[in-house]
């Protein structure tokens, strides 16, 4: 039974009417395709999750914001899965799921642009 907290599905949608198509990819397997909004965060102190040196000193990453449905829970992927999108990879450096009344209702992340190309 759904509680009025349960906005599931109504996130969902949403995520369908202004989201990217994407699917995940881990090991042979492969999600079906959902809609799911990724930002781009810009560069600041508190977005630098990982720090990379280099002989001329710290660098910073492409880190992005995920959004995705309840019913493509990111915390079941492996640490070597990828998310396809928009002819590009991202991996998860951070996953979460947002609950209300008990209830999954959107899954939350941070992601790291993986490197190259292909077609999705």
Request: net charge neutral.
């Amino acid at each position: 039974m759904r509680c009025s907290l349960d906005k599931s599905l109504v996130i969902k949608q949403q995520l369908e009417r202004v989201g990217k198509k994407a699917f995940f990819s881990d090991g042979d397997w492969n999600s079906t395709p959902f809609y799911a909004v990724i930002e781009q965060r810009w560069k600041s102190n508190k977005s630098n999750f990982e720090k990379t040196q280099t002989e001329i000193g710290l660098v910073s990453a492409d880190y992005f914001t995920y959004i995705g449905p309840y019913d493509h829970d990111v915390e079941t992927l492996s640490d070597e899965a990828v998310l396809n999108c928009s002819g590009k990879r991202y991996i998860f450096k951070k996953k979460e799921k947002v609950e209300a009344g008990g209830v999954t209702q959107y899954f939350w992340g941070i992601l790291r642009l993986v490197s190259g190309d292909f077609d999705d």
